[in-house]
């Protein structure tokens, strides 16, 4: 299972994948790929569960969004919209 390690913390780029997120089936076919053995999504998410992994969702945020810009519209925009003038705005 020290494998197993291994392989997660490469992570997914070094396997040829687009990203370096890891789905269960990334990790089936290349654990497939390094041992042999085809594995469904419920014995991957079964395996990994045994060995301390835990389910995890990355935080979505646009690639395009500019700080300074989204201060600039909550302060000024976004205040003079709600009904309740804001002091100050973070």
């Known amino acids: ?3 197993l ?3 997660l913390v490469r992570g997914a780029l070094a396997y040829g994948f ?3 997120l890891w789905t269960l089936p990334r990790v089936a076919a290349v ?3 390094e041992w042999g053995i085809r594995y469904s999504r419920s014995g991957v998410w079964l395996l990994l569960k045994n060995q301390g992994y835990s389910w995890q ?7 395009e ?4 810009k989204v201060a600039h519209w909550t302060r000024y925009t976004w205040a003079r919209l709600k009904k309740k003038p804001v002091d100050d705005v973070q």
């Open 65 to 68: 969004k500019d700080p300074a």
């Open 18 to 20: 687009d990203t370096d």
């Open 1 to 3: 299972m020290s494998e």
């Open 57 to 63: 969702r990355p935080q979505r945020q646009a690639r």
């Open 5 to 7: 390690k291994d392989i």
């Open 31 to 33: 654990l497939e790929k």
